[in-house]
């Protein structure tokens, strides 16, 4: 399975993206989707899940952030509100059989695309 990631790129404070990734087919591994962030000098974090209609976010992107999914196209969305600079980072989606917050439950990845936000 692969994982396609598009959609960053530079946004000032206050500003609106949307991030999607394409994956090249569905299989029980990819039954969960995920996005993560990774900033320089600092550990990739968890952002957001979903599984089917359920979904969980990290407490710092609560309210701003809505991750969705296109089942018919194996396409995960990530919408992305009221960005602030500490959002910059290098966002990757990721897939699995189950949401966790722990990158190690994800069996796929994708490039990453960067986020930058200025203020």
């Known amino acids: 399975v692969q994982l396609q990631a598009f959609g960053g790129g530079l946004v000032q404070a206050g500003g609106s993206l949307r991030l999607s990734c394409a994956a090249s087919e569905r299989t029980p591994l990819t039954a969960a989707m995920g996005w993560f962030r990774q900033a320089p000098g600092k550990e990739r974090e968890f952002v957001a899940g979903?599984?089917?209609?359920?979904?969980i976010y990290a407490e710092s992107v609560k309210g701003r952030f809505t991750i969705s999914r296109d089942n018919a196209k194996n396409t995960v969305y990530l919408q992305m509100n009221s960005l602030k600079p500490e959002d910059t980072a290098k966002y990757y989606c990721?897939?699995?059989?189950?949401?966790?917050?722990?990158?190690?439950?994800?069996?796929?990845w994708g490039q990453g695309t960067e986020v930058t936000v200025s203020s």
């Open positions: 979903i599984r089917w209609s359920d979904d």
């Open positions: 990721a897939a699995g059989a189950v949401v966790a917050v722990n990158p190690n439950r994800y069996n796929y």
